[in-house]
């Protein structure tokens, strides 16, 4: 099962997102492959600084053929999660085509509601051009998400007007996310049971579920 999280819009925490998810999913068990598609190589950097065995592998191919050389890797893991590349379309196009599952980012911010329809034409243009065969589904997650404030539900209630849900599970801004990326750990490793830990717990369980329903109507 394939797991790319995606925007067009930079600075939206793609990359935190998708350690988290890897982490969690590896925790409970599962052989994970996280690529990171993105030149700027981040999810790379994070994997370098670590001192313990790492959960998961993670390989880099910012590549606009990943949804052909992710086929090869596919047999060998039970997850694969993508780390995908923003403003590069060729690239973000392939991750999208790989992909059986593509979360979208979307920090509570007017900019962001306005940028996300770039995403959610381009996940379309790639249904009926690169994967037209092919069933992807998608939704937004609320990232970075500021406690007692009214913006989250502005924004959930702005996204509303595109074909994809926004996901109940959001992640909050905490600075155990900082903290845990500059020792190439994660939130949930280190402290499964923190709130920051829940929170991504949460949003894992809600996006295997939505994996889950899709695989068993189709």
Do not use: C
């Not at 595109?162 to 020792?183: D, G, M």
């Not at 829940?198 to 899709?214: M, N, P, R």
């Amino acid at each position: 099962m394939i797991i790319s999280v995606l925007n067009q819009k930079g600075g939206v925490g793609k990359t935190t997102l998708s350690i988290h998810i890897a982490s969690t999913i590896a925790l409970a068990g599962y052989s994970v492959l996280l690529i990171d598609a993105d030149v700027q190589r981040s999810a790379l950097d994070w994997a370098a600084t670590r001192d313990k065995e790492p959960l998961f592998n993670v390989v880099g191919i910012p590549s606009s053929n990943i949804h052909k050389e992710v086929k090869m890797l596919e047999p060998k893991y039970d997850y694969i999660i993508i780390d995908g590349p923003p403003r590069v379309y060729d690239v973000a196009k392939a991750v999208i085509a790989a992909s059986d599952y593509v979360v979208i980012p979307v920090q509570p911010s007017p900019y962001d509601v306005w940028s996300a329809e770039e995403i959610v034409n381009l996940i379309n243009e790639v249904k009926t051009t690169l994967a037209p065969y092919k069933k992807i589904d998608a939704g937004f997650v609320i990232n970075r998400k500021i406690a007692n404030s009214v913006i989250g539900r502005d924004v959930t209630e702005a996204l509303s007007k595109y074909p994809f849900p926004v996901l109940e599970a959001s992640i909050h801004q905490r600075v155990a996310f900082t903290e845990t990326a500059a020792q190439g750990s994660s939130a949930i490793e280190e402290d499964p049971d923190s709130i920051a830990g829940k929170e991504i717990k949460a949003l894992v369980e809600e996006i295997l579920s939505k994996i889950i329903s899709k695989t068993s109507t189709t």
